[in-house]
T-cell receptor
């Protein structure tokens, strides 16, 4: 299956600063890349996603970039707020294998007020 | 829309017994559901893909005879952990793929299983 690596595993930023989380994937056939936010003991919530035919997507303070050649994608959160503190997971998916999600190892983001 | 529920939210069972976890899509029909396992402070590991009306597809290393999956209707998939052992204690989360050929998956709230 697909192998997704995610860095960093932990990230602390001051409120108002930006946070960047990076992921790489191994299978060039992957064509859908969602990002999920998970608070302790709760379900993952989709925050943004990108398909392989797009290089960048933005939704208010959140943006995702994709470099298909290098097989990596990144999550950018600007003007961070304490409520952004959570664990963030990237994932990669490909239609040919049934659209299963293969998740990265997660990044624990702490926004310091 | 796109709500997925799981039941129970927490369950404690004794070693050697079996536990059934239900995953329901409440406001849409899901031909495909997925089951994940998550250990504390770790990622979601895909266990199996559940397809309505057919056998589940298990990921490498997942014992199909231990983790029985049944997807008998378009809104319900069940995961049964058979002959549970303490090492099966984990957070089990299901997701359902939204119909229409899209990629989006919506997750259930998870089930915390503790085997004593």
């Amino acid at each position: 299956g697909e192998n997704v690596e995610q860095h960093p595993s932990t990230l602390s930023v001051q409120e108002g600063d930006s946070a960047v989380i990076k992921c790489t994937y191994s299978d060039s056939a992957s064509n859908y890349f969602p990002w999920y936010k998970q608070e302790l003991g709760k379900r993952p919530q989709l925050i943004i996603d990108i398909r392989s035919n797009v290089g960048e997507k933005k939704d208010q303070r959140i943006a995702v970039t994709l470099n298909k050649t290098a097989k990596h994608f990144s999550l950018h959160i600007t003007e961070t707020q304490p409520e952004d503190s959570a664990v963030y997971f990237c994932a990669a998916s490909m239609r040919r294998s049934g659209n299963q999600f293969y998740f990265g190892t997660g990044t624990s983001l702490t926004v310091i007020p | 829309g796109a709500v997925v529920s799981q039941h129970p939210s927490r369950v404690i069972c004794k070693s050697g017994t079996s536990v059934k976890i239900e995953c329901r899509s409440l406001d849409f029909q899901a031909t495909t559901m997925f089951w994940y396992r998550q250990f504390p402070k770790q990622s979601l590991m895909l266990m199996a893909t559940s397809n309505e009306g057919s056998k589940a597809t298990y990921e490498q290393g997942v014992e199909k005879d231990k983790f029985l999956i049944n997807h008998a209707s378009l809104t319900l998939s069940t995961l049964t952990v058979t002959s549970a052992h303490p090492e099966d204690s984990s957070f089990y989360i299901c997701s359902a793929r939204y119909p229409g050929g899209g990629y989006e998956q919506y997750f259930g709230p998870g089930t915390r299983l503790t085997v004593t």
